[in-house]
């Protein structure tokens, strides 16, 4: 069950209606956020229901450190809350990387001639691990920084962990933001629950209508790199990043959506990253809940200890950081020339001393950017798909080869069916991205929210369009799999 699939919207039904039920309860939070509990844990169970009990378990284990934290002195904070960190990163290190491990030192080995008979485990990863890991460790760093009280009692904290919308591909929900929200009975607001359902349709239109439909154009591209003309393999890397964007941000959208109609806010994931001008700017703006958390709780504070380099230093934190974000994507090589590759763009900022400089965008006469910001914003997008072919590629021999067959194969140009998808969900892609800069434009939080800018009437009909064409292929059409789920 998915949260772009029919099945999920029944039982999100069930569960908002009996979330506002008018039952009386001496205390209504509990009674909300153990039948929240109980939808997360079942959620979590129709995927692999052999996970419950790891999940359960280490969530007690966090539990229970966070109250430790709070009732140690410093120092002994300090290391429950590096435990704690500890047992993150050992999840992440055996259901992630071990296998990934293994294989990499064994063919290491095979270089030098020697054979070695290690053989791979069977390990099934725990759906959203990198996403749950992650918000448990935050906590431990957030009780000892003392930005927020540890929870005392399990079951809000369990709901904080497992809360189901966000469990599967993000996003990383900063304790001191969400649980609090937790403590409280939340009683239906109409006007958030009208902003949480149209930005759930909004993210089932990225997701179902743009993100799903450029799988064909995209796989053949793919599948047969080296036979296809190199303008065909440009226009589906391009479309690629457009696609990854709308699938995973559409996801966000739907999960903040969802949690918007159960009175609760999550963490803003995208702010429309395609309009950066340079790296830093893009990647500030894409995942953001990741790369803020990694911002704070690993640049930080090596940027304290190297900061006596001067730009070497910073050069160097940035490299981990990048790493360890490449990393976190999965064990994969690609993930780690991604890391790098993206560390390598930061160093003409660092150099230049624009890094972290933040500059408002410009409009000309007729609303767009002035040609300069747009130059940049098209150079900019152009390194990020070839970072996105990294992440498409199955390995680094896979990314080569593409690249090879994009240069080497670019002329002459050649006419062909697949090209002329790739062209017509370019131009999709085109009008996606002029729609969503208005949206920006005009600060929206998503670009659906421009038609609250139309009067009644023109509003409703956009709303019916977008839900007959979300409904279409949600009824009539194979549906994809988020690409962040598997992380």
């Known amino acids: ?62 539990y229970a450190l ?39 030192f064994v063919g290491l080995f095979h270089l030098f001639g020697l054979r070695v008979n290690i053989h791979t485990l069977n390990i099934i990863m725990p759906l959203g691990l990198s996403f749950w890991t992650f918000k448990l460790m935050s906590y431990c760093f957030e009780v000892r920084d003392k930005t927020v009280a540890s929870v005392r009692g399990i079951v809000p904290f369990a709901v904080y962990a497992a809360f189901f919308p966000v469990m599967t591909a993000g996003p990383i929900d900063r304790p001191n933001k969400f649980i ?42 793919w599948d047969a790199s080296s036979q ?47 309009f950066a001008r340079n790296i830093a700017e893009f990647r500030r703006n894409w995942h953001i809940s990741l790369t803020s958390w990694l911002t704070d709780y690993v640049f930080m ?66 609303g767009l950017p002035p040609l300069k910001d747009a130059l940049q914003m098209l150079f900019t997008f152009t390194l990020v798909t070839f970072a996105m072919l990294l992440f498409r590629s199955d390995n680094i021999s896979h990314w080569l080869e593409y690249l090879r067959a994009l240069v080497f194969n670019f002329f002459p140009l050649s ?11 370019a131009l999709v892609s085109i009008a996606l991205l002029f729609l969503e800069w208005f949206s920006f434009r005009y600060k929206m939080e998503y670009a659906l929210c421009l ?3 139309f009067n009644r009437v023109c509003r409703y009909v956009v709303y019916v369009l977008i839900c007959v064409l979300v409904s279409a292929y949600l009824f009539g059409a194979d549906t994809q799999e988020f690409v962040y789920q598997q992380f």
Not at 70 to 92: E, H, K, T, Y
Not at 418 to 425: K, Y
């Open 415 to 425: 006419f062909s069916p697949a090209r002329l998808e790739g062209e017509t969900w």
């Open 66 to 104: 966070g109250i430790a934290i709070a009732d140690s002195p410093s120092r002994r904070a300090n290391i429950l809350a590096a435990l704690g960190a500890c047992i993150g990163i050992a999840l992440l290190l055996y259901f992630k990387y071990l296998n990934f491990f293994v294989t990499s």
């Open 301 to 366: 504070p090596l940027h304290g200890r190297f900061r006596k380099r001067g730009k070497p230093g910073v050069m160097l934190v940035i490299g981990i950081n990048f790493l360890l974000i490449g990393l976190w994507h999965g064990a994969n090589w690609t993930f780690v020339v991604l890391g790098l590759y993206y560390g390598i763009l930061y160093i003409p900022l660092i150099a230049s001393g624009s890094f972290g400089r933040i500059s408002k965008h410009r409009v000309n006469r007729i």
């Open 1 to 62: 069950m998915t949260i772009h699939s029919l099945p999920f919207i029944a039982f999100f039904s069930a569960v908002f209606l009996l979330y506002y039920a008018p039952f009386r309860f001496r205390n209504k939070a509990l009674y909300q956020n153990l039948l929240l509990l109980v939808a997360s844990y079942l959620f979590y169970g129709l995927v692999n229901w052999k996970m419950i009990p790891l999940l359960v378990v280490v969530t007690a284990v966090f």
């Open 451 to 453: 038609a609250t800018k």
């Open 180 to 221: 609090p929200q937790l403590h409280s009975e939340r009683k239906f607001d109409y006007e958030l629950a009208v902003d949480g359902a149209r930005q759930m349709v909004w993210g089932m239109f990225k997701k179902l209508v743009i993100a799903d439909r450029f799988t064909s154009a995209i796989d053949a591209a």
């Open 228 to 274: 296809m003309a190199g303008i065909n393999l440009l226009i589906a890397a391009f479309l690629f990043s457009v696609q990854l964007y709308a699938d995973f941000s559409g996801y966000s959208d739907m999960a903040i959506g969802v949690g918007k109609l159960l009175g609760l806010k999550s963490a803003k994931n995208f702010n429309y990253p395609f």
